[in-house]
């Protein structure tokens, strides 16, 4: 089974440039997750996706972050200008909710953003 | 609030063996997970407890007390390819949103 695919796996660029990730999860996963893992801290969940749905994008700084997933399957996450804290890696996880609650999320390797 | 609290870092000797403690302050609760994080990886999941008591895996276990907001992370007879960062991370039950800790960075030594 193919797991998470994400891509580029390295992005370096300049503030107020702009930047996109691309993620496609796991074939049949219908939720999909974007998390932002700063060096040494723990993965903090951006946006999350039910089908081509929004779940939940509370925690989206929404003047410069946005995600789509137009069809379910894939997703692309774009900031927009890019600031220095943006500097992170970015990953995309999916799961399948007839896994009830035992729900485990699959990551992909990630993205490591860094903003000069 | 939410709250998930882990060491920063451990460190422990080849096959010795260590435990990780989590604390969790959320809103509801639906299940605490342990993924494991090599350094330039994607965490990798290793446990699940939604009831109280011990899950055992081979060489991992896991331990939650509801009641008491407390979890554990135990691994035995450990290799040098256990060093990696061990993530805590609770299922809300209000919202069903997995939360994360920073993680524990375990350092095992020959």
């Known amino acids: 089974e193919a797991g998470v695919a994400q891509s580029p796996r390295y992005k370096i660029i300049e503030k107020r440039q702009s930047v996109a990730f691309w993620c496609n999860p796991i074939?049949?996963?219908?939720?999909l997750y974007w998390y932002q893992q700063i060096l040494g801290q723990g993965p903090k969940l951006l946006i999350q996706?039910?089908?081509?749905?929004?779940?939940?994008d509370s925690q989206l700084p929404k003047d410069r972050f946005s995600a789509e997933r137009l069809k379910g399957v894939d997703s692309t996450l774009k900031i927009q200008p890019a600031k220095l804290e943006d500097s992170a890696v970015y990953l995309c996880a999916s799961s399948s909710p007839r896994d009830g609650r035992n729900e485990k999320l699959f990551f992909g390797s990630g993205t490591q953003l860094s903003v000069l | 609030g939410q709250n998930i609290d882990q060491p920063t870092e451990m460190t422990a000797t080849e096959g010795a063996i260590v435990q990780i403690n989590c604390t969790y302050q959320t809103s509801g609760f639906n299940g605490l997970f342990w993924y494991q994080q090599h350094a330039g990886e994607a965490p990798t999941f290793l446990s699940y407890n939604v009831l109280d008591g011990l899950e055992e895996k081979g060489r991992f276990s896991s331990f939650l007390s509801r009641s008491k907001g407390y979890s554990y992370l135990l691994l035995k007879e450990l290799q040098m390819k256990d060093s990696a960062s061990y993530l805590c991370?609770?299922?809300?039950?209000?919202?069903?949103?997995?939360?994360f800790g920073t993680g524990t960075r375990l350092q095992v030594f020959p």
């Open positions: 991370a609770v299922r809300e039950g209000n919202t069903d949103k997995l939360i």
């Open positions: 996706f039910q089908n081509n749905g929004v779940v939940d």
């Open positions: 074939s049949g996963h219908a939720t």
